[in-house]
């Protein structure tokens, strides 16, 4: 699992150790000359430009580009460094000087994209986590001209903590795009969590030592903490105890639906899958699927909304599986049926893709595409919800808990069905947990717990036939009992 921590949380943990005297900025720059010095001798051999030019801001993050400049004169190599504050790290100056590093100062933000354009690899220190509110001049605007002029160029950018410009704020899109991120003590939620994070490269993670405490601001799930945490048949189970999730799901317009919602949850492992949904759809489950029950009954955990368009019987459907006091997830045709007011019921998880988020908050596709995690956070809040926000990233927001993604996953995943099939593994995956809960364990957070099913879901299409290519989302259905006795193989 990867975390991330805010720069408040990276600074309190930092500031003990600095008062002490250790050497954090030393050993900062250390790790970036010594990948900086590599770089150089790949690009060498490459018969690429690999002078290196340090960008250096007016505070610490400077100082580590100024250091870093030192050690690399240190290793024979001959950096230049830039210079784009009139005040900057006064003691990393002198060591670069004393080192006899070649400094220039920056005279014209104009100027800079012909001057750093000469550089095969770029040091990019110009602002770390330092950065306070949205980036004003002159950083700003050297910011953007070296962001545009790195996409013209082939340059190299290693960042020093952060791509300048990023820091705490997922939605910062002003920045230096970076082949690779040295980060220290901790990533920032910007690093982790989208549109930001396509900024960053391959990153890395440098402890130098630092200890984070509390609550990280955001977690990742992998196939490590799906292993870990799904919930698996017992010895003492039966069906109640396995969890039974009730599904409303297809229409007779988009019947399909409702069988890859029902496969799905089928193939999650719950002890019983009863269909709730239209007779029509249910007619054509039950020849495909006998071992799903359509008689009304105990449930743990429910879906509705997939392949429907709403109207009053989802509406009436989603208020009655709520008023059972069981985590409900609504999909599709029953996002347009949510409101605001029920909150004595039970957990609301909404799985809107990016579009479906910005109806549902009455705001631009556009908007919520260059900030998913803002819009997400806003539906959590106004609906009282657990929010899954379906995008090129999965982000999964709970009110106070960490912010939920998941590695990166297939592109093939945006194909018809695929909603369905993850909104079926979701609450077989919830109902699972529930009967856990039921029986007196301890589980994690709802927001947790769908985080699991999303890396179920994205897992699965390893193990589609098509894989890797282009997948069908029955196969994907398919897919996840595969994927799912992956995670229980020694
Ligand atoms: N985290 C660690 O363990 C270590 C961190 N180090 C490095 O220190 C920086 C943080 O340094 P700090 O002095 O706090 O600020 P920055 O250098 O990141 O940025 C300040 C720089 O940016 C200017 N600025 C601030 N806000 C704005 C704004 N909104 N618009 C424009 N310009 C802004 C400000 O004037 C300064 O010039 C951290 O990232 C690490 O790289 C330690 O050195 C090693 C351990
Ligand atoms: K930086």
């Not at 405490?213 to 977690?219: L, M, Q």
Request: proline residues 7%; glycine residues 10%.
């Amino acid at each position: 699992m990867r975390t991330a921590y805010t720069s408040e949380a990276i600074r309190t943990a930092e500031a003990p150790l600095l008062a002490d005297g250790v050497p954090l900025m030393r050993r900062a720059a250390r790790a970036i000359a010594e990948r900086a010095a590599a770089v150089v001798s790949e690009r060498r051999a490459a018969g690429v430009n690999a002078e290196v030019l340090v960008l250096v801001g007016g505070g610490n993050n400077g100082g580590d580009g100024l250091w870093a400049a030192y050690e690399l004169a240190d290793f024979g190599l001959a950096p230049r460094v830039l210079l784009a504050h009139e005040h900057p790290h006064a003691e990393g100056l002198a060591a670069a000087r004393g080192a006899g590093v070649k400094i220039d100062q920056l005279a014209d933000v104009d100027d800079v994209a012909a001057y750093a354009g000469r550089f095969g690899i770029w040091l990019d220190a110009l602002a770390g986590i330092g950065l306070s509110g949205p980036l004003s001049e002159p950083l700003a605007g050297l910011i953007d001209a070296l962001a545009a002029e790195r996409e013209r160029a082939e340059t190299f950018v290693l960042a020093v903590d952060c791509p300048s410009g990023l820091s705490d704020d997922p939605g910062a899109s002003l920045a230096i795009r970076a082949d690779e991120t040295i980060t220290f003590a901790a990533l920032t939620p910007a690093l982790l969590l989208p549109p930001a994070c396509r900024l960053i490269g391959r990153v890395r993670v440098e402890n130098l030592g630092i200890e984070l405490v509390g609550a990280p601001a955001a977690i990742e799930l992998g196939a490590v903490e799906l292993r870990a945490s799904f919930p698996r048949a017992r010895h003492l189970d039966h069906k109640y105890t396995r969890g039974v999730v009730g599904i409303d799901a297809g229409s007779e317009t988009y019947p399909g639906a409702g069988l890859l919602a029902t496969r799905a949850a089928l193939a999650a492992g719950p002890g019983m899958v009863r269909f709730l949904g239209e007779e029509g759809v249910a007619r054509l489950i039950i020849p495909a699927m006998p071992e799903v029950v359509t008689a009304p009954g105990r449930i743990q955990a429910a879906l509705i909304g997939s392949g429907t368009e709403g109207g009053p019987r989802i509406a009436a459907a989603l208020a009655d599986f709520l008023a059972r006091d069981i985590p409900v997830v609504a999909d599709a045709g029953a996002l347009t049926c949510v409101s605001e007011a029920a909150r004595d019921r039970g957990a609301l998880i909404l799985t809107p893709h990016l579009g479906e988020l910005a109806t549902l908050l009455g705001c631009e596709r556009a908007d919520v595409e260059a900030d998913p995690v803002r819009y997400a956070r806003q539906a959590a809040e106004r609906f009282d919800a657990v929010v899954v926000a379906k995008g090129p990233e999965t982000v999964i927001v709970e009110a106070s808990e960490p912010i939920v993604t998941i590695p990166p996953a297939s592109p093939y995943l945006a194909t018809a069905g695929s909603g369905d099939v993850l909104a079926g593994v979701l609450a077989a995956t919830l109902a699972q947990f529930a009967a856990r809960a039921e029986a007196g364990e301890t589980v994690p957070a709802l927001s947790y717990q769908a985080g699991i099913a999303a890396q179920l879901h994205a897992s699965a299409v390893a193990h589609c036939p098509s894989a890797p290519g282009p997948i069908r989302a029955l196969d994907l259905a398919a897919g996840i009992a595969l994927a799912l006795g992956a995670t229980m193989e020694p």
